[in-house]
């Protein structure tokens, strides 16, 4: 990475701010299908039990249900209210990990385990930690200190005594939805929630032992002012968590039904939205922080940040993670895998994961096998949103190819960004600049060879840059 700072050029944000895939994954997942299954996960699992010293697994657990919508959401989420469903959703759960763990061998250590949703503490702490026992008895995991086990928590269904219950059953990670703590914002995203009851858990984690906090901020939501968001930033840093992630709220009501309730005049205008971006920016990094890339921001303590200095920052599904030598297994409704040179999901419906479960089978609804080129694509843009480069000669030497005739086409598409200063090509390595930190999405897409295909309903627009 070239340097921490991030220039600030409003013009430019403007010019590339088109949409785009934010790269949780190289293909992203509107290029898996139905060609990948049950069958296929089995045969890579069993392949990727292989190796002289066994990789290491992460497991994501999805839990879908809400208690109330929040009107900016994409998540995919269930609303209801009433928590028997949760009983029923995980009797099924229990079965996939019952098929699941066994494709895995028992020498393969989990290192991370996370919960998102949805809303995962829409369970119960104890029905939570029965969760954690279950994937404990299935599978081996890890007693190193690294082991990260993480939650996504919405701050107005949990209290201090719930986090104590959840560090028992060994969390010690969590993530907390803040958005914006204006008032008028939360009304019109149907999200009210206090400063005092967030501050309350927040400080309930650190009590009780928890490495680390994230909480997350939207910028571009309806009623968002420059000056009611300058306050709220001044309420998160003064709670000092490790971790900020600030989103730009993506407005796609044709894809989510949930943001059809938000009033398209309540939106900041595109100066505004800027304004908030560059607000979020200028507060965070005053108060120490650190631009991780891709809207994460972290303490220079955090382990985000110690590894992205070392060159060990992944991305996957869940973000950023320091756990870069793991295969993902993906559990419960919509979850992704990625095992070994596949990505598999889950499907996206509750009615199908649950058929396939009582059937006794894989809820595996499509997915991909890589080949070279998708691994090398896959490869570049890990090493560009994590690290802030693409290091060309390592790239011919680990593939086999001469770099700028492979890409002489991607090289093209980047020229003019090189030329706008968004990044330098050197003789070994392409570098992302300060002017270019915040168009991450925008180099990438340089280097996706799907991006030429139409958009169909299999292949949704993105959301946009910035």
Same mark, same amino acid.
């Given at each position: 990475?070239?340097?921490?700072?991030?220039?600030?050029?409003?013009?430019?944000?403007?010019?590339?701010?088109?949409?785009?895939?934010?790269?949780?994954?190289? %293909?992203t997942? %509107?290029?898996?299908?139905?060609?990948?299954?049950?069958?296929?996960?089995?045969?890579?699992?069993?392949a990727?039990?292989?190796?002289?010293?066994?990789?290491?697994?992460?497991?994501?657990?999805?839990?879908?249900?809400c208690?109330?919508?929040?009107?900016?959401?994409?998540?995919?989420?269930?609303?209801?209210?009433?928590t028997?469903?949760?009983?029923?959703? +995980?009797?099924?759960?229990?079965?996939?990990?019952?098929?699941?763990?066994?494709?895995?061998?028992?020498?393969r250590?989990?290192?991370?385990?996370?919960?998102?949703?949805?809303?995962?503490?829409?369970?119960?702490?104890?029905?939570?930690?029965? !969760?954690v026992?279950?994937? @404990?008895?299935?599978?081996?995991?890890?007693?190193? &200190?690294? @082991?990260? +086990?993480?939650?996504?928590? /919405?701050?107005?269904?949990?209290?201090?005594? /719930?986090?104590?219950?959840?560090?028992?059953?060994?969390?010690?990670?969590?993530?907390?939805?803040?958005? &914006?703590?204006?008032p008028e914002?939360?009304?019109? !995203?149907?999200?009210?929630?206090? !400063?005092?009851?967030?501050r309350?858990?927040?400080?309930?984690?650190?009590?009780?032992?928890?490495?680390?906090?994230?909480?997350? +901020?939207?910028?571009?939501?309806?009623?968002?002012?420059?000056?009611?968001?300058?306050?709220t930033?001044?309420?998160?840093?003064?709670?000092?968590? &490790?971790?900020?992630?600030?989103?730009?709220?993506?407005?796609?009501?044709?894809?989510?039904?949930?943001?059809?309730?938000?009033?398209?005049a309540?939106?900041?205008?595109a100066?505004?939205?800027?304004?908030?971006?560059?607000?979020?920016?200028?507060?965070?990094?005053?108060?120490?922080?650190?631009?991780?890339?891709?809207?994460?921001?972290?303490?220079p303590?955090?382990e985000? =940040?110690?590894?992205?200095?070392?060159?060990?920052?992944?991305?996957?599904? $869940?973000g950023?993670?320091?756990?870069?030598?793991?295969?993902?297994?993906?559990?419960?409704?919509?979850?992704?895998?990625h095992?070994?040179?596949?990505?598999?999901?889950?499907?996206?419906?509750?009615?199908?994961?649950?058929?396939?479960?009582d059937?006794?089978?894989?809820?595996?609804?499509?997915?991909?096998?890589?080949?070279?080129?998708?691994?090398?694509?896959?490869?570049?843009?890990?090493?560009?949103?994590?690290?802030?480069?693409?290091?060309?000669?390592?790239?011919?030497?680990?593939?086999?190819?001469?770099?700028?005739?492979?890409?002489? /086409?991607?090289?093209?598409?980047?020229?003019?960004?090189?030329?706008?200063?968004? !990044?330098?090509?050197?003789?070994?390595?392409?570098?992302?600049?300060?002017?270019?930190? $915040?168009l991450?999405?925008?180099?990438?897409?340089?280097?996706d060879?799907?991006?030429?295909?139409?958009?169909? /309903?299999?292949?949704?627009?993105?959301?946009? =840059?910035?």
């Open positions: 990475m070239e340097s921490q700072a991030i220039a600030f050029n409003a013009e430019l944000l403007r010019r590339y701010d088109r949409p785009g895939p934010r790269y949780t994954s190289y %293909p997942a %509107p290029q898996f299908h139905a060609g990948f299954g049950a069958r296929e996960l089995r045969a890579v699992a069993s990727s039990n292989g190796d002289p010293i066994p990789r290491r697994l992460s497991l994501y657990v999805h839990v879908p249900f208690a109330s919508p929040c009107f900016y959401c994409g998540c995919n989420r269930i609303i209801t209210r009433d028997a469903r949760g009983e029923a959703y +995980l009797a099924r759960l229990y079965r996939e990990i019952a098929l699941t763990a066994p494709l895995f061998d028992r020498d250590e989990v290192i991370q385990l996370h919960f998102g949703g949805g809303t995962p503490n829409f369970l119960s702490p104890a029905q939570l930690r029965e !969760v026992d279950t994937l @404990r008895s299935h599978f081996h995991f890890s007693d190193a &200190d690294e @082991r990260d +086990l993480s939650i996504e928590l /919405d701050p107005r269904f949990v209290s201090p005594a /719930d986090i104590a219950e959840l560090a028992a059953a060994g969390f010690n990670r969590a993530s907390f939805g803040v958005q &914006d703590f204006d914002v939360q009304v019109a !995203v149907n999200r009210i929630q206090s !400063v005092e009851e967030t309350a858990v927040v400080d309930a984690c650190r009590g009780n032992g928890f490495r680390s906090v994230n909480i997350d +901020l939207i910028y571009g939501l309806p009623k968002q002012t420059r000056e009611g968001f300058a306050r930033l001044d309420i998160v840093t003064g709670m000092r968590p &490790d971790r900020v992630a600030v989103y730009g709220y993506a407005h796609l009501p044709e894809l989510f039904k949930p943001q059809k309730q938000i009033v398209g309540d939106l900041p205008d100066e505004t939205r800027l304004a908030l971006l560059q607000l979020a920016i200028e507060r965070l990094t005053a108060a120490g922080y650190c631009y991780i890339g891709m809207d994460h921001f972290a303490l303590d955090d985000l =940040a110690l590894a992205q200095a070392r060159g060990g920052l992944h991305r996957n599904f $869940m950023y993670t320091t756990h870069a030598d793991s295969d993902l297994v993906g559990l419960g409704v919509s979850a992704i895998s095992v070994g040179d596949s990505f598999s999901q889950n499907p996206r419906d509750l009615p199908s994961w649950q058929a396939a479960l059937e006794g089978r894989l809820p595996v609804f499509r997915g991909m096998r890589l080949d070279e080129d998708d691994q090398l694509r896959a490869d570049l843009i890990q090493q560009l949103m994590c690290q802030g480069e693409i290091p060309m000669a390592a790239l011919e030497r680990r593939y086999g190819i001469d770099f700028a005739a492979y890409f002489a /086409d991607a090289l093209a598409k980047l020229q003019p960004l090189a030329e706008d200063g968004l !990044v330098r090509i050197e003789a070994d390595r392409i570098t992302v600049t300060s002017r270019g930190r $915040m991450l999405r925008n180099i990438a897409m340089c280097f060879r799907y991006l030429d295909q139409p958009v169909t /309903d299999a292949r949704p627009r993105f959301s946009r =840059a910035i």
